[in-house]
C-alpha cells in the first residue's frame, strides 16, 4: 500500500512543512510494518509530492500536478496533506473524484466544512476555523455582546491568506447570533491605523484582530493613544500559527508587548 504525501518541502513558515511532518510519516509506517496484525498482507510505503513553488510558497498549481503524477505513477491507497488551503483544495476535489481518502492538518477554511460532494472524503485532523467562529458565538452568548462586532485583519491576497479565513469563520458564524452586527476591515502592512482606529470607535465593542505579533502591538499602541485600552473595548488576537508564542522573535514569549524599546511600558498597559 502508498500513502502519497504532498506538502511544502522546505519552507517550515508552514506547521505541516515536510521537515516538521517527515519524522512524523517515517515513524507511522515503520510502526504499522512492524505490526503485522495491522495490515496483513500488505507493506506500507510512502511517496512525496512537492507543494512548493520556486519561492517556497504553497502552489495552486504545483499541489495538483503533484498529486496527478503519484497517482499516475503510484496508485496510491491515500494521501496526507495538502495543507494549505489554496492547495487543499483542488487536491481534495481530485482525490474525491478518485474515490481517495485525504488527511491533512490544515484545510481550515470554512468551505472545507462541506462534506456532500467536493470534500466528502476529506479529514482534518487541525483545528477548523468553524470552530473559531463556534468559541465566538459562545463567547457573546456568555458574556451577553448582543449588539456590535468588529473583525480587524490583514490581508495582502497573496500565499495562503490566513487571517481572511480566519475571520472568515468568525464572520459565518458570528451572524446566528440575533441583531448582531458584524463589520469586516482589512487592512494591509504599512497600512493607515488612524483609518482602522476610527473604525473601531464607530462600529466596535468587541474587536478581533488577526495579524502579525509586531502589527497587532503598533495597533494596540495607536488604540491606547486614542483611549480604546481602559475596559470599553474587548481585544481578542487571532493567532493563527501561534506567531506569539515563538520565543525566537521576543525576549519572553510570555510578554507580547515587550521588544526592549522605550514603547514597552504603553505597550503593557496596552495588553493588559
Known amino acids: 500500500l502508498t500513502l502519497a504525501v504532498v506538502l511544502p518541502r522546505h519552507n517550515l513558515t508552514y506547521p505541516w512543512a515536510w521537515p516538521r511532518v517527515g519524522p512524523a510519516v517515517r515513524l507511522a509506517v515503520a510502526a504499522v510494518n512492524s505490526r503485522r496484525d495491522l495490515l496483513p498482507g500488505f507493506t506500507l510505503r510512502w511517496v512525496f509530492g512537492d507543494s512548493e513553488d520556486r519561492h517556497g510558497v504553497c502552489s495552486e498549481m504545483a499541489a495538483p500536478l503533484a498529486a496527478v503524477d503519484l497517482r499516475l505513477a503510484h496508485q496510491p491507497a491515500a494521501f496526507v496533506g495538502p495543507g494549505c488551503v489554496y492547495t487543499a483544495a483542488p487536491v481534495a476535489r481530485f482525490t474525491s473524484h478518485w474515490r481517495l481518502p485525504l488527511v491533512t492538518a490544515g484545510a481550515e477554511a470554512h468551505g472545507f466544512d462541506d462534506k456532500r460532494e467536493e470534500f466528502a472524503l476529506t479529514t482534518r485532523a487541525g483545528p477548523s476555523h468553524r470552530k473559531l467562529g463556534e468559541l465566538g458565538v459562545r463567547l457573546h452568548r456568555r458574556f451577553n455582546w448582543t449588539r456590535r462586532a468588529l473583525l480587524v485583519y490583514w490581508d495582502e491576497r497573496v500565499d495562503d491568506r490566513p487571517c481572511f479565513f480566519a475571520a472568515e469563520g468568525l464572520y459565518v458564524q458570528l451572524p446566528t447570533l440575533r441583531n448582531l452586527t458584524v463589520v469586516d476591515v482589512v487592512f494591509q502592512d ?83
Do not use: M
Open 190 to 272: 504599512g497600512g493607515n491605523f488612524s483609518f482602522v482606529i476610527q473604525e473601531i470607535k464607530a462600529k466596535g465593542r468587541v474587536v478581533y484582530v488577526c495579524c502579525a505579533p509586531d502589527t497587532l502591538r503598533e495597533l494596540l499602541l495607536q488604540a491606547e493613544l486614542e483611549g480604546l485600552t481602559g475596559g470599553d473595548f474587548a481585544f481578542f488576537y487571532i493567532d493563527t500559527f501561534g506567531a506569539s508564542l515563538q520565543g525566537g522573535r521576543f525576549p519572553d514569549p510570555r510578554r507580547p508587548w515587550q521588544r526592549g524599546d522605550r514603547h514597552d511600558p504603553r505597550a503593557r498597559r496596552a495588553f493588559e
